[in-house]
């Protein structure tokens, strides 16, 4: 079922070749768990096979075209796809642990004022494999390590480009493809309030992170675009779904930008506002882009933390990562290669 929707035109050869079915099964395995990249790297494909989907169905849609390594052990990779755009994909080892950050778009529509991604714009949707294969093709550059968690906060809104982005997922889920464990993938949001009701409504356990970056409605219109869509409350209802339905923790990202959202009344007023047991708020310290905002001092972030905790919310400050490669949160903005000026940003009201 799932290597039906992930591979159809693999599918649609296997039929019309009259091959036996079961054929699909060990394609989808040979990309999802032998992770090959060429056909002929699948040998438990009968030869006229192999030659055959080389021709007609490619192992590999993403060409990596170069893979930075930063001082701290992140890696970023940049990809071309077919049409000749660029993204990018992180891959962060920390504490026993690595993490793969993907994209799900070619830049961005939603425009948040503080993001490089948003700069550009949005081009196009990814495709279901392109999205996977990201994480296939780190796991490849890091074995015999494997991918232990992958988090959807690369460069794009992943809640719009919902099926392929959920398609993907859930290859990744897939104990006969991938096989990591559901509570190990995060999705992160700018907080789309219906897709956010839908996502809870999946049947796998992933872990969801919305993106609030303050608790004033007025200010939130100032830097992301989305809030004059949904307002503060309308999206603290969709999170109430969330938990209610799923029990599961809740993750709300907040990126630290120096003199605008980092003030105590902001922690004041976010300890009113996340007022839910399962509510976690993760702070992020805001990474150089050429936007005009600046950081947070690491004093400042900690005194932030501080108090968010002392009014009782259950809080974490992230560290960055991959910084002198620009791999950092918000960073990820590989050039076009087709030199077209992205396509306006979408209104969002
Ligand atoms: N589009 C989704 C996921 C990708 S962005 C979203 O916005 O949630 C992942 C996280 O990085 C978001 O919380 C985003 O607001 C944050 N971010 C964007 N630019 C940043 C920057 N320059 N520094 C730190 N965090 C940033
Ligand atoms: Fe898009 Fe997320 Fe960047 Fe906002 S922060 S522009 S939603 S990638």
């Not at 079922?1 to 159809?8: G, H, V, Y």
């Not at 091959?19 to 056909?39: C, F, M, N």
Request: hydrophobic share 40%; glycine share 6%.
């Amino acid at each position: 079922m799932k290597a039906a929707e992930f591979l159809p035109e693999a599918q649609q050869m296997i039929a019309e070749r009259g091959e036996p079915a079961y054929r699909l099964r060990q394609i989808y395995g040979a990309l999802t768990k032998s992770l090959v990249r060429d056909w002929e790297e699948a040998t438990s494909l009968p030869k006229h096979l192999r030659e055959a989907l080389t021709e007609e169905v490619p192992a590999a849609v993403l060409d990596l075209q170069r893979v930075s390594h930063a001082t701290d052990g992140t890696r970023k990779y940049l990809f071309h796809t077919h049409d000749k755009h660029a993204i990018e994909t992180v891959m962060i080892p920390e504490r026993g642990r690595n993490t793969v950050c993907i994209s799900t778009q070619v830049g961005c529509a939603m425009g948040c004022k503080f993001c490089a991604t948003g700069l550009m714009g949005i081009k196009r949707n990814l495709k279901a494999r392109e999205i996977a294969e990201q994480v296939f093709v780190a796991a490849r550059d890091i074995a015999p390590e494997r991918v232990s968690n992958v988090v959807v906060m690369g460069m794009g809104e992943p809640m719009l480009n919902y099926e392929a982005t959920l398609r993907a997922l859930k290859v990744l889920n897939d104990g006969d493809g991938f096989n990591l464990a559901a509570r190990h993938i995060a999705l992160s949001t700018s907080g789309l309030v219906d897709k956010i009701r839908r996502f809870a409504d999946e049947p796998e356990q992933f872990h969801l992170a919305i993106s609030l970056h303050t608790p004033f409605e007025e200010e939130r219109k100032e830097i992301m675009p989305i809030a004059s869509r949904h307002s503060i409350p309308e999206l603290m209802d969709a999170a109430r779904y969330y938990v209610d339905t799923t029990r599961r923790k809740l993750f709300f990202e907040y990126t630290l930008l120096a003199g605008v959202n980092d003030q105590m009344r902001h922690a004041n007023a976010l300890a009113d506002l996340l007022d839910h047991p399962l509510y976690h708020l993760n702070l992020l310290r805001f990474n150089w882009t050429d936007t005009g905002f600046s950081a947070t001092s690491k004093r400042d972030a900690k005194e932030f933390l501080r108090r968010a905790r002392e009014r009782g919310l259950s809080a974490t400050l992230r560290p960055s990562r991959g910084e002198d490669i620009d791999a950092a949160c918000g960073q990820l903005a590989a050039k076009d290669l087709r030199g077209r000026p992205a396509v306006p940003l979408v209104p969002l009201s």
